[in-house]
């Protein structure tokens, strides 16, 4: 695993400072904010569907200024200790920013990124609950599933070029996605994810999650067999789109956990699956795509 | 350690007739330390009155502690008259708005701006300073120390324990019981209300050994559900509180701009009979509601 100089870090981090957050979590703070009775669980529900909003609050929670005993890896958590109108303000502030562009010069559609890492979130939660009891925090689980893939956004904004060859080199060669940014960028998305986290004091499991989903020979925890086991199962039914489908020959993640039949766990979630995708693409603005 | 109660009404400055016995200028509290040390908890209009008295003991050294900086905290800060005389140092304490990216030194700096004030800051001729507080993190003034603590309302706002010599003193500033947003049937519900306890449970355990709590007492119990997230707390959540604490006094303060001083003392003796408050009772604490002049020798 290569790394990225740390001039290319600090202007990324800078960079994501000022990056927009997603179209309808935008319009929809936008709307709620305009009544002064919003409901504060309304503003969380928002809030936390958007990696880019989650991410800028998650900052500011863990910044050293609030010198916590914990580090906090939740919106609603943000909330006790801010208070909702701070929340609110941050909220606007972010919206006022404008909106990310469906279509970058990468060709990474964003919206599809986001039923991606909304489906994963929801994915990986609920697997924290069905297979992972007291040994993974749901909550911790879902916020993985949603930030898991936020280098990808990154290097669409701002490193287009580079990551459209990324995507091209993927497809035409059937490399999976990481090992094709390796090769172009120099570090896979995980690794950049993992530099910014770090950079804005998130939680370490939270960061080794983001930084070694694609790297199997990275310690095991049972919040990373959740992720990869989601992120797994969402690509498999091709539900929005990572740059990186699922390929027969990929091995199936945490067989130790969920057995090595990837089917039989789908099946055990399909119950809440459906509700989770529909949400999911309600919210993302993305219709059914099969 | 001496407190003084210079401006005890909330919102609004609130001067008139009915408003004569507790009187309406808005949130100031003068603490004087055992070595004689100069605390301002907040600077709103209170803070002109005290300036007055103060200019009978020049050199004046002020700490001014700025709770949080909505306007009824604030307003009378341009009217502290030792800021204008050389000589006199003011130095001005208070939290960082993660929202602006500011710190208290944007106070002064929204107030005095050309179309709303005539003075600038480089006329004041005091030594000013701003410092920007560390939560949790204790400051010491003369021989007392100062700890801000992280409370709720709409905007950033710090709670402060003075201690000295063992004596310890707690203002709320503005501050509304953590509540949980979701309703009990809501999925988020439980876990919500274990980050609120939790959070209270050591809000409680930084104000352990106090002896006097002073906490906004805005609203009765009655009036709370339609005052829901503005941030202020109830007469009879912290009397209830201030017994949870073993403190030995609760002074009840920012008074609703509305209530005149019978219409107060009607709510507040309501609130005691409601908690079936026993004055005199070995571990009830002795509750007042605060008014200017007020003053409480630790």
């Known amino acids: 695993m290569s790394a990225l100089t740390p001039e290319l870090e600090r202007k990324l981090g800078m960079a994501v400072e000022r990056m927009p957050a997603f179209p309808r979590s935008v319009q929809k703070i936008l709307e709620l904010t305009r009544n002064i009775n919003c409901l504060p669980k309304e503003l969380v529900a928002v809030i936390e569907k958007d990696p880019v909003m989650t991410v800028k609050i998650l900052k500011v929670i863990n910044s050293a200024y609030y010198s916590l005993p914990s580090k906090i890896t939740s919106v609603s958590q943000s909330v006790v200790y801010l208070g909702i109108n701070t929340i609110k303000n941050l909220a606007l502030g972010f919206a006022a920013v404008g909106i990310l562009p469906r279509m970058n010069a990468a060709g990474f559609d964003i919206q599809r990124y986001l039923l991606h890492s909304l489906v994963v979130a929801g994915v990986a939660r609920q697997l924290a609950t069905q297979f992972a009891k007291s040994e993974a925090d749901p909550g911790d689980c879902y916020i993985a599933g949603l930030l898991h893939d936020f280098g990808k956004v990154v290097f669409a904004q701002f490193l287009a070029e580079e990551f459209r060859n990324v995507l091209e080199v993927s497809a035409v060669e059937g490399l999976p996605l990481n090992a094709a940014e390796e090769r172009v960028i120099g570090v896979d998305h995980g690794v950049v994810g993992a530099l910014l986290a770090k950079r804005w004091a998130f939680p370490e499991h939270l960061v080794n999650c983001i930084r070694d989903h694609h790297h199997a020979d990275a310690a095991p925890s049972a919040m990373m067999d959740c992720l990869r086991m989601a992120d797994q199962i969402v690509r498999l039914r091709e539900i929005g789109d990572s740059g990186n489908p699922w390929r027969e020959t990929e091995a199936v993640a945490a067989p130790g956990r969920f057995g090595d039949d990837i089917m039989a766990t789908v099946n055990a979630i399909s119950g809440s699956l459906d509700k989770i995708v529909e949400d999911a693409q309600m919210f993302a603005q993305v219709g059914s795509e099969k | 350690m001496k407190v003084r109660f210079w401006g005890v009404r909330g919102s609004i400055p609130s001067p008139g007739q009915h408003t004569q016995r507790y009187g309406g200028n808005t949130t100031c509290i003068e603490v004087r330390s055992d070595d004689n040390s100069l605390i301002v908890l907040d600077a709103g209009t209170g803070v002109f009155p005290l300036a007055q008295e103060l200019l009978r003991q020049m050199p004046v050294k002020a700490n001014i502690f700025i709770t949080h900086s909505h306007w009824d905290h604030i307003h009378g800060l341009p009217f502290f008259t030792p800021l204008y005389i050389p000589g006199n140092s003011v130095r001005i304490h208070g939290a960082y708005d993660v929202v602006s990216g500011r710190g208290p030194d944007q106070v002064m700096e929204v107030q005095l701006q050309y179309s709303y004030f005539p003075v600038r800051e480089a006329e004041m001729k005091a030594g000013i300073e701003y410092e920007t507080l560390s939560i949790n993190e204790p400051v010491p003034v003369g021989d007392?120390?100062?700890?801000?603590?992280?409370?709720?309302?709409?905007?950033?706002?710090?709670?402060?324990?003075?201690?000295?010599?063992?004596?310890?003193?707690?203002?709320t500033g503005d501050h509304e019981p953590w509540l949980n947003i979701y309703a009990p049937e809501d999925e988020g519900y439980a876990e919500f209300q274990q980050m609120v306890d939790m959070q209270q449970g050591q809000l409680d355990a930084a104000l352990k050994g106090l002896d006097v709590l002073i906490a906004d007492s805005s609203y009765t119990a009655a009036e709370y559900p339609t005052k829901i997230g503005w941030g202020h707390g109830t007469l009879e959540g912290n009397i209830a509180w201030a017994?949870?604490?073993?403190?030995?006094?609760?002074?009840?303060?920012?008074?609703?701009?509305?209530r005149s001083d019978d219409q107060l003392e009607q709510a507040f003796a309501a609130a005691l009979a409601s908690s079936d408050y026993e004055p005199g009772k070995p571990g009830e604490p002795e509750i007042m509601l605060s008014r200017e002049g007020l003053e409480i020798v630790l």
Not at chain 2, 243 to 258: D, F
């Open chain 2, 144 to 171: 007392a120390t100062v700890t801000p603590l992280l409370l709720n309302h709409p905007v950033v706002n710090l709670g402060y324990r003075i201690e000295c010599n063992g004596k310890s003193v707690f203002f």
């Open chain 2, 243 to 258: 017994r949870r604490l073993g403190v030995k006094k609760l002074v009840c303060t920012h008074h609703e701009p509305t």
